[in-house]
T-cell receptor, first 112, second 113 residues
Framework: KAGVTQTPRYLIKTRGQQVTLSCSPI?????VSWYQQTPGQGLQFLFE???????NKGNFPGRFSGRQFSNSRSEMNVSTLELGDSALYLC???????????FGPGTRLLVL | GDSVTQMEGPVTLSEEACLTI???????????LFWYVQYPGEGLQLLLK?????DKGSNKGFEATYRKETTSFHLEKGSVQVSDSAVYFC????????????FGAGTILRVKS
């Protein structure tokens, strides 16, 4: 079966712009989680969506938001981009709570 | 809150050497523990996991045992290969705090031929 897919894989934006990243989970998975990876802060949890509802949220400013559609695909949006938002954004999908097996390849965002 | 501490790297080994990467955790509940590997330019791959005390996770020659008494989950391999060169992350998930992972800082492993 197809794995977790993320689009786009690479993105370059300038400060002040906004960006939308997409994650398509494994078929049948209803939970999608997002993580940010930076050299300075490491891997940090952004939020989790389950059946179109945000179930859990990390400690990020309100500029970071997300949503999940009825087909379980998820998008995350970052508004008013800052240089510090440059990171690898990883998405993970789960069939069940506690199953953290499946990560996507990530979207690498560079903010100039 | 929950946290994970990993030994700092980089760890540089010769091929066929033994590997141990230390990982300790702090959690208020009963977390599941994970090791992930990240190759350059790629996402995370689950290497192994353990869901309760004394469980041993193993995969591709790597193993780790969930030690509740020492709050540890050290990663070991008896004989490393050049292809094992990557970044290794220890992580925990405590369902009392939702379906999320808390990661350690990562340990770079370099294996020389």
């Amino acid at each position: 079966k197809a794995g977790v897919t993320q689009t786009p894989r690479y993105l370059i934006k300038t400060r002040g712009q906004q960006v939308t990243l997409s994650c398509s989970p494994i078929s049948g998975h209803r939970s999608v989680s997002w993580y940010q990876q930076t050299p300075g802060q490491g891997l940090q949890f952004l939020f989790e969506y389950f059946s179109e509802t945000q179930r859990n949220k990390g400690n990020f400013p309100g500029r970071f938001s997300g949503r999940q559609f009825s087909n379980s695909r998820s998008e995350m949006n970052v508004s008013t981009l800052e240089l510090g938002d440059s990171a690898l954004y990883l998405c993970a999908s789960s069939l069940e709570t506690g199953d953290h097996t499946n990560f996507g390849p990530g979207t690498r965002l560079l903010v100039l | 809150g929950d946290s994970v501490t990993q030994m700092e790297g980089p760890v540089t080994l010769s091929e066929e050497a033994c590997l141990t990467i230390n990982c300790t955790y702090t959690a208020t509940g009963y977390p599941s523990l994970f090791w992930y590997v990240q190759y350059p330019g790629e996402g995370l791959q689950l290497l192994l996991k353990a869901t309760k005390a004394d469980d041993k996770g193993s995969n591709k020659g790597f193993e780790a045992t969930y030690r509740k008494e020492t709050t540890s989950f050290h990663l070991e391999k008896g004989s490393v290969q050049v292809s094992d060169s990557a970044v290794y992350f220890c992580a925990l998930s405590d369902l009392e705090y939702g379906n999320k992972l808390v990661f350690g800082a990562g340990t770079i492993l370099r294996v020389k031929s």
